[in-house]
């Protein structure tokens, strides 16, 4: 049965005409509206993973539950469908279980509000935010355990339920949940700011209303969602085509030693509209990797990745969503079937993004980027101190993004551009760790025409006895490379303990125990390149060895030869090379992967320091294989 919603005002709207710049104020007043959320919330959040880092993403949708203006897209819609209960005025909605919702937030550790704004008795919009909360209890520190095997050993699952309710403060709720963490003060703290940035919204939105009347902003709402479908009407019309294409890509492994998973993905255009199908992807695993994917969540993707490329001024909105058609099949590492665990889903959510741009850029690979959004790098590190106090940090790292047709990806940034690094002198002086060291990594993009990004060499010195975990993918499998580019560098994480000695550690790591004075190399992946590396101007590899970016050996990968200071390139050595280079090479091809799944198993330990995976059960039907 779906939601009821109690109005005091049962009076429909009605569709009126707006004047092109009543739209515009509107529209900017709304895109407004949604920046000040963030405001809000980094003003008033704690935790580093939402203060520092905006892990947090907002909206405001219409009447109806679509989105006008955001970022992970909807889930209104699916959810009111869903809900057995009521939405009145004065109440907010408090969220955390994929289950309940089917994927829209995808794991626990993501607290969601939702409020429905009401303008004299009548529901004329909602507000709604989610962030990523540092702790909600579980078997280890941070809630995100990689050896889990059920949702129950990942936290409290809160399941839909009201923390106000016609405008009356649940607090037995609230201090029941905050009960579970072992961060309560930070979890209170970021569920009050994820509150105020959604009262803010509402305030905006009711202002706008009074100003231009009810039926002129629900207009108008209507022509943002209107336009934006007809702008990705014909970007699906020209870009898309009626051909199939097909890409699949590979997390790692599962940090139980199983690996790699494969995410398949085939495209094509079907009356008109996009068909996205995910047949041919693995079963779901036992460990924590799966994501349950919400098809709304899905469109989203697309649609973002489409405007950033073809067309970075349309407002990104729900409107298209209705040419998109996802199809995931169940049990599937993209659908796992209930109680599966869900915490370390980060890396198939970054993956996806290159899968995207690996079906989009085969029939133009002229747009066509290469791989390295591919993960999420988290460190934690928690502990008692000498003081007695308990200490806990949690850290999204960042690797290099991959090259790209209109130049180098950027050297160790975050897979979305809203992410920002925790500063270094925050940490240290909230956590007992010293920053030795915060640099790029020479070489470790792919070249290219277009380098890819390097990736990060972040050392932390710990001050405390203590444990760590570290998530991260992309240490087996490559970032690929397009369009004559080579891949990246693979992710890697170095112990070195007080006394000397380095251990190479796993880049999926659980309650690994720390001493005062040990140090951890936290490296991250290098983006995939862009394009004929020999045709790169050799004046940049000069400039590159000055920054410290590229090494005078990492010159030759590009058949630049250049004097041992690397201050001047030798050109008649640097042709020479270059001509043998392309000889031996021969034809370009779209993707360079790197070497086969099989030459990777057979290296890895002389290569990564780290045995193999071993290959999941891969011909059994999903059924059985998620058994």
């Known amino acids: 049965m779906p939601a009821q919603i109690i109005q005091a005002n049962e009076t429909p709207f009605q569709t009126v005409p707006v004047d092109p710049v009543t739209l515009d104020i509107i529209e900017n007043a709304l895109r407004n509206a949604r920046i000040e959320m963030d405001a809000t919330l980094v003003r008033t959040a704690m935790s580093p993973g939402i203060r520092e880092q905006g892990d947090a993403f907002p909206l405001i949708a219409d009447y109806k539950g679509r989105m006008i203006v955001g970022q992970f897209g909807s889930y209104i819609g699916p959810f009111l469908e869903g809900y057995e209960g009521t939405v009145e005025d004065g109440d907010l909605i408090f969220l955390s279980d994929p289950y309940s919702v089917g994927g829209a937030i995808s794991h626990c550790n993501d607290w969601l509000v939702l409020l429905p704004v009401f303008k004299d008795g009548r529901l004329i919009a909602y507000t709604s935010m989610f962030g990523h909360q540092s702790d909600i209890g579980g078997m280890v520190p941070g809630s995100m355990p990689i050896h889990a095997t059920s949702i129950f050993q990942e936290g409290v699952r809160i399941p839909p339920v009201k923390i106000w309710k016609k405008g009356v403060y649940n607090e037995d709720l609230i201090k029941l949940v905050m009960h579970q963490s072992r961060t309560a003060d930070w979890c209170k703290a970021d569920l009050n700011a994820l509150i105020a940035s959604c009262r803010v919204a509402a305030t905006r939105v009711v202002e706008m209303a009074k100003r231009f009347g009810d039926d002129m902003f629900t207009s108008a709402t209507d022509l943002l969602l209107d336009r934006n479908y007809r702008a990705m009407k014909q970007l699906v019309e020209s870009s898309i085509g009626e051909e199939k294409v097909s890409f699949e890509d590979y997390i790692c492994d599962d940090g139980m030693g199983y690996g790699p998973y494969k995410i398949k993905c085939t495209m094509w255009r079907e009356n008109g509209r996009v068909i996205l199908d995910f047949d041919g992807t693995d079963p779901q695993s036992k460990a924590s990797i799966n994501m349950f994917l919400n098809e709304n969540m899905m469109r989203m993707f697309f649609g973002i990745y489409m405007i950033m490329v073809f067309d970075p001024q349309i407002l990104f909105n729900d409107g298209y969503y209705d040419l998109i058609d996802v199809r995931i099949p169940e049990g599937s590492l993209l659908k796992p079937k209930f109680p599966a665990a869900l915490s370390g889903r980060t890396h198939v959510l970054g993956r996806l993004f290159d899968i995207l741009g690996g079906l989009l850029g085969q029939k133009t ?17 928690a502990g008692t101190d000498k003081n007695g106090k308990w200490f806990q940090l949690f850290q999204i790292g960042f690797g290099g993004i991959p090259g790209r047709p209109m130049g180098d990806g950027p050297d160790g940034h975050s897979l979305f551009p809203g992410f920002t690094n925790v500063p270094n002198e925050f940490l240290e002086r909230y956590f007992p760790l010293i920053i030795e060291r915060y640099e790029t990594v020479a070489d470790s993009g792919g070249a290219g025409l277009h380098r890819g990004g390097n990736g990060i060499d972040m050392v932390y010195r710990f001050l405390e006895d203590g444990v760590i975990a570290i998530h991260d993918d992309r240490w087996f499998v490559p970032p690929w490379g397009v369009n004559g580019g080579e891949p990246g560098m693979r992710a890697k994480k170095i112990l070195v303990k007080k006394d000397g000695t380095e251990v190479v550690v796993g880049n999926k790591l659980e309650d690994y125990p720390v001493e005062a004075g040990d140090r951890l190399h936290f490296i991250t992946w290098g983006g995939g390149g862009w394009g004929d590396p020999y045709d790169r101007d050799p004046a940049l590899l000069v400039k590159e060895v000055a920054q410290g970016l590229v090494t005078v050996k990492g010159a030759l990968r590009y058949g630049v030869v250049l004097s041992e200071d690397g201050t001047s390139v030798d050109t008649a050595a640097t042709e020479a090379l270059r001509a043998k ?23 890895c330990l002389a290569e990564t320091g780290l045995p193999a995976p071993t290959a999941p059960k891969w011909n059994l039907p999903l059924a059985q294989a998620a058994e």
């Not at 280079?581 to 990777?600: H, K, Q, V, W, Y």
């Open 365 to 381: 690979p002229e747009f066509l980027n290469a791989a390295g959004f591919s993960s999420s790098p988290h460190l934690f590190y």
């Open 581 to 603: 280079l392309r000889a031996e090479r021969g034809e370009i091809s779209t993707f360079n992967f790197g070497p086969d799944l099989e030459t990777l198993r057979a290296n």
